[in-house]
């Protein structure tokens, strides 16, 4: 799996254009997965000065339905701990040797804080145990830079 988009990191403004993004995954594994999801994290952003940071950090995260290509809302946790596997929604089949392309896009509302923060992108297997070893469980992670600045 790896997440790219033009300049390597996402450059927002508050209440500005939402910046679009891929993330390529491929299973080059020796098995199947029934159900692989691509999941979302950040850590809380510090508040503007205005009180502390909106939900989500004042983000909006999208994915591209690929049948329609419509967007629709996708799952951003924002939390300092680590989110056990299982929570993630149900994902999608991934055959062996298969791989496909998501398209999402971020956009900051006008009350998001300045600044700078990792957003974090797992491959989640959702059919794996509960009691499964995480690295099982999250196959493979990576991150792009997200920055947010005012207009």
Known sequence: ????????????????????????????????????????????????????????????????DPATGRWAPAELRVANDVQPPWLTPAGTPLAREAGRVEHFRLRAAGNAPAGSMPLMIKLVDTAAAEDAPYDAAVPVRTSLMVGVRGR
């Open 1 to 64: 799996m790896f997440a790219s988009t033009g300049g390597g990191r996402i450059d927002l403004v508050r209440a500005g254009a939402a910046k679009e993004f891929t993330v390529h995954v491929h299973n080059g594994n020796t098995r199947a997965y029934d159900e692989i999801a691509v999941a979302f994290q950040m850590e809380i952003m510090e508040g503007t000065g205005e009180g502390p940071a909106p939900a989500r950090n004042g983000l909006v995260l999208e994915r591209r």
